[in-house]
């Protein structure tokens, strides 16, 4: 019953279901029934879980587990400032996750602030205003411009009554509503013209209406129930670091039972053994590998909110990163949200109308040269009848303004009134023509409304010389009916056969190019007619001209499309207007190529199953006259066919399908609670602009992850190969369990952190996205880990081994072995900052906080060897200058080996860019 098709039934069917009474209303008796058996109208919730637990909960992965047993182990070993840090880091990303999940849960709660708080009903007889919770199905809604519906009802009334439904179905402009017409039941949400929709507002007119469902089987409560419907996806860089951390700690302790074994077989103590093992556990496991992909990603929210992107989730920065497909909504996203006048015809010409928007800057063009309109008399004559017989209002932040403020002031301009009729009052505006200064010589005696049957309105004027005069505007072939003449710049003429064809043919002209086309004519009254108007006036008309506007879309969005498609995204836009027009626009933007892409309605989309869909669905870049159930339907397509789905919209339509895909973008200017509340970022300005800048963020980003996923591990592999090789070979422990502990610490905090926030390459949006099933170790980075882990392993060893073989000293053996490990890593730090350029081709100053971090880290290495207290800590001695020119040697070899390549490499390049002496 909640879903019943309330369109498809007539008013006195709806009346008899709902055992109702036009007249009477509801009893307060039969009220509190069916409040007992439907409930109050509002949106239901999730149970909702204690705080606390949901903290508890954070700590429930297998990473976090162990990093706990990590902080354990670090304090029974006495190394309490190990052990604070790893603290520290467990409990920020416990509250980051928890902050998450809180915000995610403020959806429902945005979304139940659409319901209105008040409505007027019809009960015991009498008008009565009621708090919107009390609504129940059978009320009789009474309906008034300014109103914002409570619940869902089928119209039984209607005065011409318009509903603004933008924010549930996409439509830019007010709805006509009709109240004695029933609809077929496959009718699309937005051509249910006899329905009107909790959530939307009335623009105009009066109604009455059946309250046929009420909080969650209203259509606003249907998309919350999807909301709640669609889980939570963990992100491919959060999937991606579970995977890798499991595999890590699994082979690091593995690893580590064979360096203890291995030890205590040899002889070794079993105490010195296990601790021994437990810290390489410690030091194996890259525990600082979350804390530094939090930093980075934190740091680059703040990049964005510079940029005014607003990362409600810190993985959504990376996934932007590896978009492949962005769904945008078309109206307010990549349009303007405003009715815009585009084209003029009149006296045999068509005028092309500058500007966009509301704004009252812009220009008259024919044939590309502009006109003074002033000394166009039938371009004057076509903007007057249009500014005249008109509603609307325009207002500069929001306050009706007069005379020369009105030139001052170019920007900040609305329309209060039907859209359609505020784009006639701005092209009249930027032609100097105001309906409040035409009304000064001028006094409207009389209007004949608009209504859908008629697809014409009428207004009645007289001027200072008692001449009176009848405007009209309507539907083109309405309007050409009625007119006997033809406005010229001479004067009225006939109206032939020939002309009327002409006119047609450039109404279809203007129709294909998705222009909603006004024609507007004109005629001389009596005083008599003038003071008793009705519609049998409007005829013997004089034609004066067509008007043709549209929505424009947002002039940086075609730029910014275009940088997408650069990048190898592919932009789709989906919207609940007419095919035609989305077309129109997706073609303007280049979003929609002839012959080359498809364009499919959401009927057509209800008649295909998912493998059809899924057969065509990369084809399609332009999805009209669609339902948020569509949507949901579009973004699960796309994400079966191993796409990354970025989806933009400021409706409470979009927040299901924001919600499902695997980034949700949300408009901030216009954009509805539900919505934001729903996504993973928000475009702070509304512009599709800031999505460019986030997808090269995002893929800067990753980039640095991977440059320190590099590092961490490189050196993470050294470090346990340096102690299994030596347990292998019967070598004495090249390092103490103290030592292993510092190494962790001063090699895989600052330096690591510092690669984070490394500069993007240049050339990073010049790449396609990445495979969305991208391992993060491809593009040959394993190799390259294991490589230089297995380098820096050796390069201990060997250092090792020759101190101890030539001068006969542990304690010195273990103190360059030591240094040698730090220093491998802080040579190695700078070649993790490229996968392609060698150090030498980077330019050292581009990231300061690298250089400071490493300057850093080797005072604190210094100081563990030189200072009396702390070398007794760490059981070290003071090196001769001889092995430091064997550690600094062997640990920076590449570097070296670089250098050289580099000298030559460029020599010859320099050598030809020198002048030569003749």
Same mark, same amino acid.
């Given at each position: 019953?909640?879903?019943?098709?309330?369109?498809?039934?007539?008013?006195?069917?709806?009346?008899?279901?709902?055992?109702?009474?036009?007249?009477?209303?509801?009893?307060?008796?039969?009220?509190?029934?069916?409040?007992?058996?439907?409930?109050?109208?509002?949106?239901?919730?999730?149970?909702?879980?204690?705080?606390?637990?949901?903290?508890?909960?954070?700590?429930?992965?297998?990473?976090?587990?162990?990093?706990?047993?990590?902080?354990?182990?670090?304090?029974?070993?006495?190394?309490?400032?190990?052990?604070?840090?790893?603290?520290?880091?467990?409990?920020?990303?416990?509250?980051?996750?928890?902050?998450?999940?809180?915000?995610?849960?403020?959806?429902?709660?945005?979304?139940?602030?659409?319901?209105?708080?008040?409505?007027?009903?019809?009960?015991?007889?009498?008008?009565?205003?009621?708090?919107?919770?009390?609504?129940?199905?059978?009320?009789?809604?009474?309906?008034?411009?300014?109103?914002?519906?409570?619940?869902?009802?089928?119209?039984?009334?209607?005065?011409?009554?318009?509903?603004?439904?933008?924010?549930?179905?996409?439509?830019?402009?007010?709805?006509?509503?009709?109240?004695?017409?029933?609809?077929?039941?496959?009718?699309?949400?937005?051509?249910?013209?006899?329905?009107?929709?909790?959530?939307?507002?009335?623009?105009?007119?009066?109604?009455?209406?059946?309250?046929?469902?009420?909080?969650?089987?209203?259509?606003?409560?249907?998309?919350?129930?999807?909301?709640?419907?669609?889980?939570?996806?963990?992100?491919?860089?959060?999937?991606?670091?579970?995977?890798?951390?499991?595999?890590?700690?699994?082979?690091?302790?593995?690893?580590?039972?064979?360096?203890?074994?291995?030890?205590?077989?040899?002889?070794?103590?079993?105490?010195?053994?296990?601790?021994?093992?437990?810290?390489?556990?410690?030091?194996?496991?890259?525990?600082?590998?979350?804390?530094?992909?939090?930093?980075?990603?934190?740091?680059?929210?703040?990049?964005?909110?510079?940029?005014?992107?607003?990362?409600?989730?810190?993985?959504?920065?990376?996934?932007?990163?590896?978009?492949?497909?962005?769904?945008?909504?078309?109206?307010?996203?990549?349009?303007?949200?405003?009715?815009?006048?585009?084209?003029?015809?009149?006296?045999?010409?068509?005028?092309?109308?500058?500007?966009?928007?509301?704004?009252?800057?812009?220009?008259?063009?024919?044939?590309?040269?502009?006109?003074?309109?002033?000394?166009?008399?039938?371009?004057?004559?076509?903007?007057?009848?249009?500014?005249?017989?008109?509603?609307?209002?325009?207002?500069?932040?929001?306050?009706?303004?007069?005379?020369?403020?009105?030139?001052?002031?170019?920007?900040?301009?609305?329309?209060?009134?039907?859209?359609?009729?505020?784009?006639?009052?701005?092209?009249?505006?930027?032609?100097?023509?105001?309906?409040?200064?035409?009304?000064?010589?001028?006094?409207?005696?009389?209007?004949?409304?608009?209504?859908?049957?008629?697809?014409?309105?009428?207004?009645?004027?007289?001027?200072?010389?008692?001449?009176?005069?009848?405007?009209?505007?309507?539907?083109?072939?309405?309007?050409?009916?009625?007119?006997?003449?033809?406005?010229?710049?001479?004067?009225?003429?006939?109206?032939?056969?020939?002309?009327?064809?002409?006119?047609?043919?450039?109404?279809?002209?203007?129709?294909?190019?998705?222009?909603?086309?006004?024609?507007?004519?004109?005629?001389?009254?009596?005083?008599?007619?003038?003071?008793?108007?009705?519609?049998?006036?409007?005829?013997?008309?004089?034609?004066?001209?067509?008007?043709?506007?549209?929505?424009?879309?947002?002039?940086?969005?075609?730029?910014?499309?275009?940088?997408?498609?650069?990048?190898?995204?592919?932009?789709?836009?989906?919207?609940?207007?007419?095919?035609?027009?989305?077309?129109?626009?997706?073609?303007?933007?280049?979003?929609?190529?002839?012959?080359?892409?498809?364009?499919?309605?959401?009927?057509?989309?209800?008649?295909?199953?998912?493998?059809?869909?899924?057969?065509?669905?990369?084809?399609?870049?332009?999805?009209?006259?669609?339902?948020?159930?569509?949507?949901?339907?579009?973004?699960?397509?796309?994400?079966?066919?191993?796409?990354?789905?970025?989806?933009?919209?400021?409706?409470?339509?979009?927040?299901?399908?924001?919600?499902?895909?695997?980034?949700?973008?949300?408009?901030?200017?216009?954009?509805?609670?539900?919505?934001?509340?729903?996504?993973?970022?928000?475009?702070?300005?509304?512009?599709?602009?800031?999505?460019?800048?986030?997808?090269? @963020?995002?893929?800067? *980003?990753? =980039?640095?992850?991977?440059?320190?996923?590099? #590092? $961490? %591990?490189?050196?993470? /592999?050294?470090?346990?190969?340096?102690?299994?090789?030596?347990?292998?070979?019967?070598?004495?422990?090249?390092?103490?369990?103290?030592?292993?502990?510092?190494?962790?610490?001063?090699?895989?905090?600052?330096?690591?952190?510092?690669?984070?926030?490394?500069?993007?390459?240049?050339?990073?949006?010049?790449?396609?996205?990445?495979?969305?099933?991208?391992?993060?170790?491809?593009?040959?980075?394993?190799?390259?880990?294991?490589?230089?882990?297995?380098?820096?392993?050796?390069?201990?060893?060997?250092?090792?081994?020759?101190?101890?073989?030539?001068?006969?000293?542990?304690?010195?053996?273990?103190?360059?072995?030591?240094?040698?490990?730090?220093?491998?890593?802080?040579?190695?730090?700078?070649?993790?900052?490229? @996968?392609?350029?060698? *150090?030498? =081709?980077?330019?050292?100053?581009?990231?300061? #906080? $690298? %250089?400071?971090?490493? /300057?850093?880290?080797?005072?604190?290495?210094?100081?563990?060897?030189?200072?009396?207290?702390?070398?007794?800590?760490?059981?070290?001695?003071?090196?001769?200058?001889?092995?430091?020119?064997?550690?600094?040697?062997?640990?920076?070899?590449?570097?070296?080996?670089?250098?050289?390549?580099?000298?030559?490499?460029?020599?010859?390049?320099?050598?030809?860019?020198?002048?030569?002496?003749?």
């Amino acid at each position: 019953m909640n879903r019943e098709k309330w369109y498809a039934r007539t008013p006195d069917e709806v009346v008899a279901f709902w055992q109702t009474n036009l007249f009477d209303g509801l009893s307060a008796s039969e009220v509190k029934n069916r409040l007992d058996k439907f409930g109050y109208n509002e949106l239901a919730e999730k149970e909702k879980t204690a705080w606390w637990k949901r903290f508890l909960a954070q700590f429930q992965d297998f990473m976090v587990l162990v990093l706990l047993g990590a902080t354990l182990i670090s304090a029974f070993l006495g190394e309490y400032a190990d052990a604070i840090t790893i603290l520290i880091i467990v409990l920020m990303n416990a509250v980051l996750g928890f902050i998450q999940e809180y915000r995610a849960e403020q959806s429902l709660a945005a979304l139940k602030k659409l319901a209105s708080p008040t409505a007027r009903v019809i009960r015991n007889s009498i008008v009565q205003q009621i708090p919107a919770r009390e609504l129940v199905p059978g009320d009789i809604l009474v309906l008034e411009a300014g109103d914002r519906l409570a619940a869902d009802g089928r119209l039984i009334d209607v005065n011409n009554l318009e509903v603004e439904e933008a924010a549930l179905t996409g439509e830019s402009t007010p709805v006509r509503k009709i109240a004695d017409r029933k609809f077929s039941e496959d009718a699309p949400l937005g051509d249910r013209k006899n329905m009107v929709f909790a959530g939307t507002s009335i623009v105009r007119g009066r109604g009455k209406a059946v309250v046929c469902a009420s909080g969650m089987a209203t259509e606003v409560g249907h998309i919350a129930g999807m909301i709640q419907a669609a889980a939570d996806e963990a992100t491919p860089l959060e999937r991606r670091l579970e995977h890798l951390g499991k595999w890590l700690v699994l082979g690091c302790l593995a690893i580590c039972l064979v360096v203890v074994i291995t030890g205590v077989a040899k002889g070794e103590s079993l105490f010195l053994m296990c601790m021994a093992g437990i810290s390489l556990a410690v030091a194996a496991i890259p525990e600082g590998l979350p804390a530094i992909v939090t930093v980075a990603l934190a740091l680059g929210v703040q990049r964005m909110i510079k940029q005014r992107a607003i990362i409600r989730k810190l993985p959504a920065v990376e996934t932007l990163g590896c978009t492949t497909v962005i769904c945008s909504d078309k109206t307010g996203t990549l349009t303007q949200n405003a009715m815009t006048v585009r084209q003029i015809f009149t006296d045999g010409n068509i005028y092309e109308i500058t500007g966009a928007g509301y704004d009252i800057k812009g220009s008259f063009l024919l044939n590309q040269q502009e006109v003074d309109v002033s000394k166009d008399k039938s371009l004057q004559q076509c903007l007057t009848i249009g500014a005249l017989c008109n509603n609307s209002v325009l207002k500069h932040n929001n306050v009706t303004i007069t005379g020369v403020w009105r030139k001052k002031n170019t920007s900040g301009w609305s329309i209060e009134g039907d859209p359609t009729e505020g784009a006639i009052i701005v092209a009249a505006a930027k032609a100097g023509i105001w309906q409040a200064e035409a009304e000064k010589t001028k006094k409207r005696l009389a209007e004949i409304p608009f209504e859908s049957e008629r697809r014409r309105m009428s207004v009645v004027y007289r001027d200072e010389s008692d001449i009176h005069t009848l405007y009209t505007k309507g539907a083109p072939d309405t309007i050409l009916e009625l007119c006997r003449y033809y406005q010229t710049a001479a004067g009225p003429a006939s109206l032939t056969a020939e002309r009327i064809a002409n006119i047609n043919l450039i109404n279809e002209q203007m129709a294909s190019q998705a222009l909603r086309v006004l024609a507007v004519a004109y005629r001389r009254l009596t005083r008599d007619q003038a003071h008793n108007p009705d519609e049998s006036l409007e005829n013997n008309l004089v034609f004066a001209g067509l008007i043709g506007m549209i929505d424009p879309p947002r002039e940086e969005v075609k730029s910014s499309i275009a940088l997408c498609r650069e990048a190898g995204i592919k932009t789709v836009m989906i919207t609940g207007d007419h095919k035609n027009t989305a077309i129109a626009i997706a073609q303007e933007l280049q979003i929609y190529k002839e012959n080359q892409n498809r364009a499919i309605t959401g009927k057509e989309l209800d008649a295909m199953s998912e493998s059809d869909l899924d057969a065509i669905v990369n084809s399609i870049t332009v999805y009209a006259r669609v339902s948020p159930a569509h949507k949901l339907r579009i973004v699960r397509a796309l994400k079966r066919q191993g796409h990354i789905v970025a989806m933009t919209g400021d409706g409470v339509n979009d927040a299901p399908a924001i919600k499902e895909a695997d980034i949700g973008v949300a408009m901030g200017l216009t954009g509805t609670d539900v919505t934001k509340e729903a996504s993973a970022m928000v475009l702070a300005d509304d512009n599709f602009a800031t999505i460019v800048a986030a997808v090269e @963020e995002g893929r800067g *980003i990753y =980039e640095n992850i991977r440059k320190f996923i590099r #590092y $961490l %591990l490189s050196c993470n /592999i050294g470090e346990v190969l340096t102690m299994f090789l030596a347990a292998l070979l019967g070598l004495p422990m090249p390092l103490l369990p103290v030592q292993i502990l510092w190494v962790n610490l001063v090699t895989d905090g600052l330096p690591a952190m510092a690669l984070g926030i490394d500069p993007n390459d240049p050339n990073i949006m010049r790449r396609p996205p990445r495979p969305p099933g991208e391992s993060v170790f491809s593009r040959g980075l394993s190799r390259k880990i294991i490589g230089r882990g297995i380098q820096i392993g050796l390069s201990t060893l060997f250092v090792f081994n020759v101190v101890y073989y030539f001068q006969n000293d542990l304690a010195l053996a273990r103190t360059a072995a030591f240094a040698t490990l730090v220093y491998c890593q802080m040579f190695h730090v700078f070649d993790c900052r490229s @996968e392609t350029s060698t *150090i030498f =081709e980077l330019k050292f100053t581009s990231n300061k #906080y $690298l %250089l400071m971090a490493v /300057i850093f880290s080797t005072i604190m290495q210094l100081s563990v060897m030189y200072i009396p207290f702390l070398s007794s800590i760490f059981s070290t001695v003071p090196l001769s200058l001889g092995n430091w020119a064997l550690i600094l040697t062997v640990s920076g070899w590449t570097l070296i080996v670089n250098a050289f390549k580099h000298l030559f490499t460029h020599r010859p390049a320099r050598r030809a860019a020198l002048p030569q002496n003749r």
